[in-house]
Nanobody, 123 residues
Framework: VQLQASGGGLVQAGGSLRLSCAAS????????MGWFRQAPGKEREFVAA????????YYADSVKGRFTISRDNAKNTVYLQMNSLKPEDTAVHYC?????????????????WGQGTLVTVSS
């Protein structure tokens, strides 16, 4: 599976962005999907995950209530809607395809990773 993340950019605090993760090569309809991010000088951290059907989602406390993960299996694509962005959301955001169907939050549970898209939030 190849994952292509897009939609990052520069936005002011309080603004919104929508990230997309398009999969190719294989269908992701049977895989849980996740978003992670890595800020400069920091370790990669979990952001959000969604089960194979979209019926279950899970968020990091830092983004709960502001971010929404969704998926369109017909388009082989996963989305991350980011609202009320804060400067601390600045990071390279990565999408990943899980090894199983259900939501997981640790990076080692994900088999495939995209190249990342940079989100920069100015104050």
């Amino acid at each position: 599976v190849q994952l292509q993340a897009s939609g990052g950019g520069l936005v002011q605090a309080g603004g919104s962005l929508r990230l997309s993760c398009a999969a190719s090569g294989e269908t992701i309809s049977s895989s849980a999907m996740g978003w992670f991010r890595q800020a400069p000088g920091k370790e990669r951290e979990f952001v959000a995950a969604i089960s194979w059907s979209g019926g279950s989602t899970y968020y990091a406390d830092s983004v709960k209530g502001r971010f929404t993960i969704s998926r369109d299996n017909a388009k082989n694509t996963v989305y991350l809607q980011m609202n009320s962005l804060k400067p601390e959301d600045t990071a390279v955001h990565y999408c990943a395809a899980g090894q199983g169907r259900w939501v997981v939050v640790t990076g080692r549970e994900y088999a495939y990773w995209g190249q990342g898209t940079l989100v920069t939030v100015s104050s």
